[in-house]
């Protein structure tokens, strides 16, 4: 897996959000009685700057920790 950094351009800017890479990715939520524990969903997800892809459960607003990027192509 590529992960992938995003840098500024050589003007110093950030990238802009028409030009922010998106992932796919299949996102479970792990938490215990969550009404989707165990449930994956693939949504379209904007990278993070530092590369590392975040998200939260919906329903349980719990940070997930099972987020699988699918790769491209
Ligand atoms: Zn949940």
């Known amino acids: ?3 992938m950094q995003i840098t500024k351009n050589e003007n ?3 990238p802009t959000l028409e030009e922010w890479p998106t992932v796919e990715a299949d996102v479970t939520c792990r938490t215990p009685g ?3 524990e165990g449930v994956t969903y693939r ?4 990278r993070n700057a ?3 892809l ?4 919906g ?3 719990t940070p997930n920790d099972d987020i699988i990027e699918v790769p491209h192509g």
Do not use: E, Q
């Open 43 to 46: 949504i379209t997800m904007y």
């Open 59 to 61: 329903r349980c607003n």
């Open 34 to 36: 969550c009404p989707v």
């Open 1 to 3: 897996m590529d992960l």
């Open 12 to 14: 110093g800017d950030w």
């Open 50 to 52: 530092d590369g590392v």
């Open 54 to 57: 975040r998200a939260h459960c």
